[in-house]
């Protein structure tokens, strides 16, 4: 497929997948006292200046807290609707190449979704492809470095074959995102009681039928909120 789109460079991930038995369940109790605690190393404000600053040398409890911890914060939309999509922006999407000045459009909407929800990991990888064709692999890099991290902090929660083992996600976007990075197509959607999305796929070579996301904290916010 010749276009930039969504998900691009599929090649450039290497996801870390759970082994059955030493899954991380996240601890939403704690992370929740620590993001609040302006004493604690992991102080919402203090991390999203550490994401503001695309720091790819974040640790693994630090990555946990911001993703999840974004759960607690107020402007926090499990199912927010999230528009950038706009006639010029999809027609630069499609394009086949790209102009150093188109590619500074990419990234100047890249930063505009971003600032609107911090983990729109499309626009992430738009970033990297987009700094690439510019020229500048160190910016590039650090973007597919930040993305890639950030989906194994998703896939560290489980193996996603069964509802005991379901992967954690804050936005059901993210569901698709991950089918997508693992190179399937996603072909249906299920939500299974009490707390689970299951994603139909097609194109597995393990013969499985899809994955099980954990959304109980997405659903335990949105009631909260009503």
Same mark, same amino acid.
């Given at each position: 497929?010749?276009?930039?789109?969504?998900? @691009?460079? @599929?090649?450039? %991930?290497? @996801?870390?997948?759970?082994?059955?038995?030493?899954?991380?369940?996240?601890? %939403?109790?704690?992370?929740?006292?620590?993001?609040?605690?302006?004493?604690?190393? %992991?102080?919402?404000?203090?991390?999203?200046?550490?994401?503001?600053?695309?720091?790819?040398?974040?640790?693994?409890?630090?990555?946990?807290?911001?993703?999840?911890?974004?759960?607690?914060?107020?402007?926090?939309?499990?199912?927010?609707?999230?528009?950038?999509?706009?006639?010029?922006?999809?027609? @630069?999407?499609?394009?086949?190449?790209?102009?150093?000045?188109?590619? +500074?459009?990419?990234?100047?909407?890249?930063?505009?979704?971003?600032?609107?929800?911090?983990?729109?990991?499309?626009?992430?990888?738009?970033?990297?492809?987009?700094?690439?064709?510019?020229?500048?692999?160190?910016?590039?890099?650090? &973007?597919?470095?930040?993305?890639?991290? %950030?989906?194994?902090?998703?896939?560290?929660?489980?193996?996603?074959?069964?509802?005991?083992?379901? &992967?954690?996600?804050?936005?059901?976007?993210?569901?698709?995102?991950?089918?997508?990075?693992? *190179?399937?197509?996603?072909? *249906?959607?299920?939500?299974?009681?009490?707390?689970?999305?299951?994603?139909?796929?097609?194109?597995?070579? +393990?013969?499985?039928?899809?994955?099980?996301?954990?959304?109980?904290?997405?659903?335990?916010?949105?009631?909260?909120?009503?």
């Amino acid at each position: 497929m010749r276009i930039i789109f969504i998900y @691009l460079f @599929l090649s450039a %991930f290497t @996801l870390s997948f759970a082994q059955k038995g030493s899954f991380s369940v996240p601890n %939403f109790r704690e992370i929740e006292a620590d993001v609040k605690d302006f004493d604690s190393q %992991f102080y919402y404000p203090s991390l999203t200046k550490k994401l503001a600053a695309v720091d790819t040398t974040m640790t693994t409890s630090e990555l946990e807290h911001l993703y999840y911890g974004y759960i607690f914060q107020e402007d926090y939309d499990p199912y927010r609707d999230i528009k950038y999509h706009t006639k010029n922006i999809d027609t @630069l999407y499609i394009k086949e190449k790209h102009t150093p000045a188109e590619c +500074d459009t990419i990234i100047k909407y890249a930063k505009s979704v971003l600032a609107d929800f911090p983990f729109e990991f499309r626009q992430m990888k738009l970033m990297a492809y987009a700094y690439k064709n510019k020229g500048d692999e160190q910016k590039s890099e650090l &973007w597919t470095t930040l993305t890639r991290q %950030f989906l194994n902090i998703i896939l560290r929660t489980g193996d996603g074959l069964s509802p005991e083992s379901a &992967w954690y996600v804050i936005s059901s976007i993210h569901e698709y995102d991950i089918i997508y990075w693992l *190179g399937l197509i996603p072909s *249906g959607y299920t939500f299974v009681e009490p707390m689970y999305d299951f994603i139909d796929v097609n194109g597995s070579s +393990d013969k499985i039928d899809g994955y099980y996301f954990n959304v109980s904290q997405m659903l335990r916010e949105y009631i909260r909120k009503q």
